[in-house]
């Protein structure tokens, strides 16, 4: 049975949302063009999984809602296959999402993570399908996302990678 654990979750959950804000100011950075978003936004992502797994395996169900109210994933994946974002960037964003995709316990929270195609923004960024711009990092962490979605592929989670127009499947290339 899932149930909150008082202080524990408060701390677990007020942590999640202030690295959540962090990720929203370097987005909006990113966004204005500014230069200096990639750091803040790599520790806030970071911070962000490490929060959202430690809450999920103590059981304590608002740090998902938070990291899915929040919009988590989908700035991280905007900031991920941004055209301005560097190498750097794109490998703290997949590595992050790999890093979720392997780590979560509980079927619900890997379809949150899975589902409304932000997964399959980054599977089929152009950046990231033709060799992560030659950065040997970024393409290590690709693989491993890669590795980490087919370990949890199954009969369950393969609709949140089929085309609704069949024209396209992001893990068959």
Request: hydrophobic share 45%; net charge neutral; with cysteine.
């Amino acid at each position: 049975e899932r149930s909150p654990r008082g202080p524990k979750m408060s701390t677990l959950v007020k942590e999640l949302h202030q690295a959540c804000d962090r990720l929203d100011v370097a987005y909006k950075a990113m966004r204005r063009g500014s230069t200096r978003w990639e750091l803040p936004a790599s520790t806030a992502a970071r911070a962000i999984a490490g929060l959202v797994v430690r809450g999920e395996a103590e059981k304590l169900d608002a740090c998902v809602d938070a990291f899915c109210e929040r919009r988590a994933l989908e700035t991280l994946v905007a900031l991920g296959t941004a055209a301005t974002a560097t190498p750097r960037a794109r490998a703290a964003v997949v590595g992050c999402v790999a890093f979720l995709v392997q780590n979560v316990t509980r079927p619900e929270a890997l379809f949150l993570l899975l589902s409304g195609n932000r997964v399959n923004a980054l599977l089929t960024d152009g950046a990231l399908v033709d060799g992560g711009a030659g950065d040997d990092e970024v393409d290590a962490r690709f693989v491993g996302l890669l590795r980490s979605l087919s370990l949890r592929l199954d009969a369950r989670t393969v609709q949140f990678f089929v085309d609704d127009c069949g024209t396209s499947f992001p893990l068959h290339g």
